[in-house]
DNA sequence: GTATCTCATTGATCCAGATCAAGGAGCGCC
DNA sequence: GGCGCTCCTTGATCTGGATCAATGAGATAC
């Protein structure tokens, strides 16, 4: 994934529904712009309008910014993810690359314009938008309510699910971000992570391999130290 | 706000655009369901199926459960919001009410068919997610990075912005829920959202009118204490 | 291959907020 | 209008995770 064309023909096929005619793909073309973001760079974007944007490849963070230099990373990105980075408004907010990244951007007001003929985009739009409200509610509840060890537990089977290799009983990881990510998407310190990552180790459940390598073991474990409701036993 | 008309009409006004055909009116009535609800009363729906809610009149909370018998508040609901409530997952929700509430519940699949060939409904359905979205992810800074008083003026400020009134550079407040529900809603007890709430008194920020009256007295102050980005100085 | 630099781990101490434990005040009920 | 119950406030103590401080291990450059 390299050219302009190639990050707008990885959009269409993911976004756009099947047999959308031409002369509307051209609209779309003519809205978005593609970006190449090397890693621990972030997107710039204008600051007073929401902007929708396509992970063609790569993975990212989408990071708020409090007063101070304290940073919650809200939510982690990953190919063919699409989000929408909000105007800022009480605190600002940056989307880091975590890896090389290509994406497309487009003006939010004007792609819901020319979405609006095609309720299939607005269906899709209206769906991802819901998958995200509801990640961003269980992580309301991570942090409200769970310990350190929780946290942990339930950011590795998040990760599972969502970049998470099977191999028979085990599920691979290679964890894109760094402990200091980690840390600041759960609001633990990077000490704390660290510290329960040996503890998952110690107890079996996980096994790692270099930085960013983590096997998950003992699922049902985890789902359990998680603090996930118990599934009808 | 009492009979099942009225709640319907609400609906009607406040989220169908003006001018939608009288069949089509007839049929979101055939997909939706009246439910009066008591104080502390929570909203039995299909744990399988999400199901679309309109606040017709009065204040909820959305609560999350995790296992043991930790609660999460993971919003708070005031009469006009729309709110779409998630199947169950790896945690349980409930819809709870504060005080007296009247809403229309609609299943989700059955509503978004319906408005499929209505845009407009698709939009405002995609905005007010967006707004959801949007508040959650503020929820999300507050609970991972921020100090309890730092939480409580965050909170002071939304409900502000929500259900204030203002009067002159004061802004009253009428909080329909307790300190459990408050404490529930930014990750910690009731006796440290107290502590707070007398902190703030004593600093002249806020006064206190029995268990629910509350007037903000110097917002500005308020902003700060609640960790907002210095708006350029 | 190895030097170096960054990131991760481990250990020691500290502190904000939880927990435990009484009082006090608002509000509904009779 | 006062009785009683629930919710809120205040105080004392405890603790999980933050902070401070060294090592140790991976990755990158040469």
Redesign the interface.
Known sequence: MHTCTDAFDCFVSRVLPKRTGPETVRLFRTLGSHVHLKPDRHLHYPDDEPTLVFLCDGATKLV?????H???V?AFHFTGDLL?L?AH????YTLEALVDCDLMTFPYAQF?QAA??H?QV??Q??ER??V???R??????T????SALERVSSFLLSMAERIGRGEGSEVKLDLPMSRKDIA????LTIETVSRQFTLLRDQGLIRTQGRSGVTLLRVDEL?RR?????VAA
């Open positions: 708020a910014h409090a007063s101070d304290r940073e919650q809200l929408t909000p408004g009480a605190h600002s819901l609006e003929k309720q607005l269906t739009l209206l938008s819901t995200s409200l509801q961003s509610r269980e992580k309301t509840l942090l409200g309510r769970k600041d998407s759960l609001g789902d998680a603090g996930h409701l118990r």
